[in-house]
């Protein structure tokens, strides 16, 4: 399964473990999963998640490790055993971020769950080069 995100990526979450809990509490399981961090020219950042993973791995074959450079089409991972891939795109922007008491009793000490803090936004509605200031909004 290629990455399908704009530009290049840094793995910054690789979660191997087929039973690891979703970041919503009360959700259930979401399994392996590979998150990017995508920074803008703008300054701004989005995080994306490629979960239910059978297997994350790069061309090579070899597993990803976090602090890789992905590009657009390299190759991630295979889609897991329930055939379905789970996708998110996590904007850092403004009215987006959890600061619950229960996020930061969970993750608080986490560095490499920052990315969660963040809530995930429809997919078909975001629009990239808007977000990253390469177009204005129509």
Known sequence: ???????????????????????AFGIGHCGRYIVLKHS?????????????????AGVDGRPIAVGATLRKADRIGE????TILHFEIRPVAPGTTQTDAAWQARYGNDPSMDWSRYDPVDPKKFDAD????????P
Do not use: C, W
């Open 40 to 56: 803008y020219p703008n300054g701004r950042v989005v995080f994306t998640r490629y979960a239910q993973l059978g297997r994350i």
């Open 79 to 82: 889609i897991g055993p329930t």
């Open 130 to 137: 808007v977000f990253g200031g390469r177009k204005r909004k």
């Open 1 to 23: 399964m290629p990455y399908h995100g704009g530009g290049r990526g840094a793995a910054v979450g690789v979660e191997q473990d087929e039973q690891a809990s979703v970041d």
